[in-house]
């Protein structure tokens, strides 16, 4: 089964600057992988999903890419506002075919204003 | 509110207790979710409807039943938990078993005393 891998420690960045932030995974490439959003206390809310096919995605501030040779997505925030703090999970299959889905840890994001 | 309601948000009960967990949505999804959430733990998948059939349970304790009687309501019936089943739990719906993303309700933080 899929292993997911994001970097558990906290990032610090400063207002307007731009945080990357890193999902890998260990097994399988998968067909998809998505994007979320958590705030303390809440569930989780998704933001992007990219295809294995689509090497880049954005939605406004955001943008993701899928590396399927590195077995890594990216996950960046552009014009960072302090409204962006939360933690952010990836999320991708469980096993090839299943649309179940395995989680990260996440990535707690602060930005200082 | 997400489209998703959980209810209660917060519960406190005993080992010796009955409760339950009420999910409801109106997005029109086909599928519906159930996820616990533990501290410094990633999401733990427990069960899986679509279509109001299970299709999933992801070898969870029996003292967890959950209950899907229609396409907008889901529940997660609690009997003679373990104190280290307080958690947080989420429920989520998605429009069908694919490549979309996930609906998180608010969860509903669950202490077992």
């Known amino acids: 089964s899929q292993k997911i891998e994001q970097n558990s420690e906290a990032l610090n960045i400063q207002e307007g600057k731009t945080a990357t932030l890193t999902c890998n995974y260990t097994?399988?490439?998968?067909?998809?992988l998505q994007w979320y959003r958590q705030d303390p206390g809440r569930g989780p809310v998704f933001l992007l999903l990219i295809r294995e096919n689509e090497k880049e995605k954005r939605k406004e501030r955001l943008k993701v890419t899928f590396d399927t040779t590195l077995k890594q997505s990216l996950f960046h925030i552009t014009a960072s506002q302090p409204a962006d703090s939360a933690t952010y999970l990836c999320a991708l299959p469980y096993t090839s075919g299943t649309y179940k889905y395995i989680f990260g840890t996440g990535t707690r994001l602060k930005v200082l204003a | 509110e997400t489209g998703v309601t959980q209810t209660p948000r917060h519960l406190v009960m005993g080992m010796t207790n009955k409760k339950s967990l009420k999910c409801e949505q109106h997005l029109g999804h086909n599928a519906m979710y159930w996820y616990k959430q533990s501290a410094k733990k990633p999401l733990e998948l427990m069960f899986v409807?679509?279509?109001?059939?299970?299709?999933e349970n992801n070898s969870v304790p029996s003292r967890f039943s959950p209950e899907c009687p229609n396409s907008s309501h889901l529940f997660l019936h609690l009997h003679t938990l373990q104190p280290e089943d307080s958690a947080l739990y989420l429920c989520a719906s998605s429009q069908d078993m694919g490549p979309y993303g996930y609906t998180f309700g608010s969860g509903t933080r669950l202490t077992v005393v």
């Open positions: 409807y679509s279509l109001e059939e299970r299709v």
């Open positions: 097994n399988y490439s998968p067909a998809y």
